[in-house]
């Protein structure tokens, strides 16, 4: 008989806001895969609990390798708890492998729900919830940054980051930079923790805010792109906004992405536009 797997939530912030269910999981694992072994000691002292399992280190750095352990531990019949410093996991955090790996071999997965940033920050933010993703962190390098907030310029739905303190005025910056300056946003700094903080304000706003120095864990939620309806772009006005961009050194494929996605059209009707204007000036 194959054992279980038990994705749990732990607190963001307020240790008090633990599920009550944590602590029975916590006590009647086999085994405890933490994301960090230290700050389990310290949830469970908090929480009263002793853990009578195994408690082992599950993090991004062993999660390949230690991943095949525990799928042999609950194809065994154990009952595994996967916790991971705050929130749920899986969600920017360890899990998903383990998860994956559980389902192909037809093991039971559930959860213990708990608190999670993204939808705390959704909710206080006072921006529209009733659509939403979550993009996890944006990329550290800026270049890398830009491109991956190009993709997403034209999403009309509310977007969700997670992001460090020493970061977020650069990327605020280059949300300004790509979303445009007065697109709303909400930073929710150190969510259920003593000095929770939540900052609205247009996106320039908060990016000057930001380079005053920001301290504590972030989380950033950003209005979607507005509902113009389908713009109206020839095909030489297509061809110039690439040659700008182009001009200002992007390379021509990130161009042609950027372009596509602020008219509103398919990367193939740019790309035959700039393809066909070489053509004639050849």
């Given at each position: 008989m194959?054992?279980?797997l038990?994705?749990?939530?732990?607190?963001?912030?307020?240790?008090?806001?633990?599920?009550?269910?944590?602590?029975?999981?916590?006590?009647?694992?086999?085994?405890?895969?933490?994301?960090?072994?230290?700050?389990?000691?310290?949830?469970?002292?908090?929480?009263?609990?002793?853990?009578?399992?195994?408690?082992?280190?599950?993090?991004?750095?062993?999660?390949?390798?230690?991943?095949?352990?525990?799928?042999?531990?609950?194809?065994?019949?154990?009952?595994?708890?996967?916790?991971?410093?705050?929130?749920?996991?899986?969600?920017?955090?360890?899990?998903?492998?383990?998860?994956?790996?559980?389902?192909?071999?037809?093991?039971?997965?559930?959860?213990?729900?708990?608190?999670?940033?993204?939808?705390?920050?959704?909710?206080?933010?006072?921006?529209?919830?009733?659509r939403?993703?979550?993009?996890?962190?944006?990329?550290?390098?800026?270049?890398?940054?830009?491109?991956?907030?190009?993709?997403?310029?034209?999403?009309?739905?509310?977007?969700?980051?997670?992001?460090?303190?020493?970061?977020?005025?650069a990327?605020?910056?280059?949300?300004?930079?790509?979303?445009?300056?007065?697109?709303?946003?909400?930073?929710?700094?150190?969510?259920?923790?003593?000095?929770?903080?939540?900052?609205?304000?247009?996106?320039a706003?908060?990016?000057a805010?930001?380079?005053?120095?920001?301290?504590?864990?972030?989380?950033?939620?950003?209005?979607?792109?507005?509902?113009?309806?389908?713009?109206?772009?020839?095909?030489?006005?297509?061809?110039?906004?690439?040659?700008?961009?182009?001009?200002?050194?992007?390379?021509?494929?990130?161009?042609?992405?950027?372009?596509?996605?602020?008219?509103?059209?398919?990367?193939?009707?740019?790309?035959?536009?700039?393809?066909?204007?070489?053509?004639?000036?050849?």
């Open positions: 194959t054992g279980i038990v994705l749990a939530g732990t607190p963001i912030g307020d240790v008090s806001d633990a599920p009550p269910r944590l602590a029975e999981e916590l006590a009647g694992a086999d085994v405890v895969a933490a994301e960090d072994t230290r700050r389990l000691r310290r949830l469970t002292q908090a929480l009263g609990v002793t853990p009578k399992g195994r408690v082992v280190s599950y993090f991004e750095g062993n999660e390949s390798a230690r991943t095949p352990e525990l799928v042999e531990e609950l194809a065994g019949g154990a009952r595994v708890l996967l916790v991971t410093d705050a929130g749920m996991p899986s969600v920017s955090d360890p899990g998903y492998r383990l998860v994956a790996a559980a389902v192909e071999r037809d093991i039971k997965v559930t959860a213990v729900p708990g608190p999670s940033a993204v939808l705390t920050a959704l909710a206080l933010s006072g921006l529209p919830v009733d939403f993703c979550f993009e996890g962190f944006p990329p550290r390098k800026a270049g890398e940054r830009l491109g991956r907030l190009r993709e997403v310029a034209g999403e009309r739905r509310t977007l969700v980051y997670f992001e460090s303190p020493h970061r977020l005025d990327t605020l910056a280059a949300m300004a930079e790509v979303f445009g300056t007065e697109r709303r946003a909400a930073v929710c700094r150190e969510l259920t923790k003593t000095y929770e903080e939540v900052r609205r304000g247009p996106l706003e908060l990016a805010w930001a380079a005053e120095g920001v301290r504590g864990e972030i989380t950033v939620v950003v209005e979607g792109a507005p509902d113009h309806g389908p713009e109206e772009v020839d095909a030489a006005e297509l061809v110039r906004r690439v040659r700008v961009r182009e001009e200002a050194g992007e390379r021509r494929k990130e161009a042609i992405a950027a372009v596509a996605v602020e008219a509103g059209v398919p990367k193939r009707e740019v790309f035959d536009a700039v393809v066909a204007a070489k053509r004639s000036t050849g």
